[in-house]
């Protein structure tokens, strides 16, 4: 038992006591079968691996993470979603998989239990090892500790031969910036090194996308890769004021046929906004905006043309989000990162639907005060300042693969900040890397699509004749790394972005 002491200091809380011979072994370290660990400690910081092939997979994570929440495990982080292909008995469906840190006050095989009990409440049973399942919970982590009982293995014993379990870890573990300021990094550092070496051995990054196993972001009703082609967003405004089409589709039947010449053109999305975002503008209350808003999405639901295409709404109030979303809208997009409604976090978690947080200072009366306008870095701020928007959505519940990352062009920012942007995208993810590679990871959209500071540049002041400066700056910004672009033109963006497409992957070749 002497090593088992030197192992686990009690400075951590830990004390070991006897059991009778004929009872399960609890933990023991390196040490006999008849140790007992109990957690006295205030929390331990966990790494939970997540599976699923069976059933609604995304609903198993969803249930499981709720599950796991009311147990006592505090998720702080979440790993990207992947789709991977089954290892080992490779005759079944495919696996989502993913990962989550959290603190717990449980100890170790007091979380097993919970996890089992999870797994057993929905479904799983006893079955082929490595076989289907509509859920199945590992603990990769339970702090710094080395784990070894009968039932019990920790750091999990198979960790370094699944790619599909490495790339979820690195997401979470991952950063540049110093790992002692990094909370709760230190927990995990025992572990991490071999961990880093053994993802670069792999083919890091570019594992992704090959071999069966692709980074994907669900949406509506199906799982989609951002890597694959950059998304068009037609923008429909149902406003009277907004700065380049408004009072244009304030009725119904204008809205439905602006729709369907976007879609026709060729648009993923169709993102529907009944409150003005220009500068100066005054607020509308969530009344006025249902009102402008709830015809034209019950409208554009019956479409034949929408089937298969992506509705989102542009909303800074919660509760004109969760009425959209009832509605079939299938993502919200919010012009202040949630800083506008209080409750805007915890509903769309609720909801269940992806997220688009943008960055601004203030709101759209006051961001282009001054004050709003005063940058050390543009990129390197609007990273930051992102992501403390983003860890603070994914701590009230929105997982990071639901997350879609915007930084902002035009929404407090002077011309020169809105190219400085553009030409430096990477740097903005590499800023949100620094604190979360999981987020970092996030799709990427831009909204230049005739904004104030094309006329700056062009001399252009009539907003339907910045198409030509929106395509050059869309170009710009997808070449630079933009999944998604938010436009008024969509067939002169869609011919530009197929250049880009091929050019990208000609690249990558």
């Known amino acids: ?28 370290i390196h040490s006999s079968p008849d140790c007992v660990v109990e957690v006295h400690s205030p929390e331990q910081e ?22 796991m929440k009311k147990s006592g495990i505090q998720i702080t982080r979440h790993a990207c979603l992947y789709e991977t292909a089954p290892a080992y008995v490779t005759d079944q469906p495919q696996f989502l998989n993913s990962a989550v840190r959290g603190v717990t ?29 509509p859920i199945d919970l590992d603990i990769l982590f339970y702090g710094k500790f080395k784990i070894h009982s009968e039932i019990l293995d920790v750091p999990h014993e198979r960790i370094w031969e699944r790619p599909f379990v490495v790339a979820p870890l690195i997401d979470l573990l991952g950063s540049d910036i110093d790992n002692d300021t990094v ?18 051995k792999l083919g890091g990054e570019s594992l992704v996308g090959r071999n069966g196993m692709k980074r994907v972001l669900p949406v509506g009703n199906h799982l989609w890769d951002s890597s694959l082609k950059t998304s068009v967003m037609g923008i429909l405004n149902l406003t009277p004021d907004s700065f380049s089409d ?13 729709v369907r010449l976007m879609i026709s053109e060729g648009a993923d999305m169709i993102d529907f906004g009944a409150q003005s975002t220009r500068p100066n503008s005054s607020k509308i209350s969530v009344e006025e905006e249902l009102d402008r808003l709830i015809p034209v999405i019950e409208a554009v639901k019956k479409m034949p043309e929408v089937e298969g295409k992506l509705l989102s709404v542009d909303t800074f109030y919660s ?69 403390e928007r983003l860890k603070e959505a994914e701590l009230s ?34 800023e ?13 959209l831009i909204g230049p699509s005739r904004k104030r500071f094309l006329v700056d540049v062009c001399a252009r002041p009539a907003a339907s004749e910045r198409d030509p400066a929106t395509v050059a700056a869309v170009t710009v910004g997808v070449l630079n790394g933009a999944n998604i672009v938010r436009v008024h033109n969509v067939q002169y963006n869609v011919d530009a972005l197929r250049l880009c497409d091929a050019l990208l992957e000609r690249k990558r070749r």
């Not at 299938?330 to 506008?340: A, F, K, R």
């Not at 693969?401 to 900040?417: A, C, N, Q, V, Y």
């Not at 604190?435 to 990427?444: E, F, G, K, Q």
Request: hydrophobic fraction near 40%; glycine fraction near 8%.
């Open 1 to 28: 038992m002497n090593i088992f002491r030197r192992l686990l200091p009690t400075k951590f809380g830990f004390k070991t006591s006897k059991k009778s011979s004929n009872a399960p072994s609890v933990c023991s």
């Open 46 to 67: 966990v790494v939970i691996a997540l599976g699923s092939n069976v059933g609604n997979r995304l609903h198993s994570f969803d249930e499981a993470l709720h599950l």
């Open 105 to 133: 006050k449980l100890g170790p095989h007091e979380l097993l239990g919970v996890l089992k009990k999870i797994e057993k409440d929905m479904g799983r049973t006893t079955g082929i090892r490595y076989g289907p399942r």
């Open 183 to 200: 909370a709760g990094w230190h927990s995990f550092s025992k572990h991490t090194r071999d961990l880093f070496e053994l993802w670069e």
């Open 246 to 258: 408004g009072g244009k589709y304030i009725s119904v039947e204008a809205a439905v046929s602006q």
């Open 319 to 387: 509760e004109v989000a969760s009425e959209a979303v009832k509605n079939g809208v299938h993502l919200v997009n919010d012009v202040s990162g949630g800083s506008l409604d209080s409750s805007m976090y915890s509903v769309v978690a609720a909801l269940r639907v992806p997220y688009i947080a943008m960055h601004m200072r203030g709101d759209p009366s006051s961001m282009q005060n001054p004050e709003n306008l005063l940058y050390n870095n543009v990129c390197k701020d609007v990273g930051f300042e992102l992501h």
């Open 397 to 430: 519940g929105i997982p990071a693969w639901r997350l879609i990352i915007d930084p902002g062009i035009g929404f407090s920012k002077k011309t020169e900040h809105n190219l400085d942007i553009l030409t430096g995208l990477t740097t903005v993810r590499n």
């Open 432 to 444: 949100i890397a620094r604190r979360s590679l999981a987020l970092s990871h996030a799709p990427l």
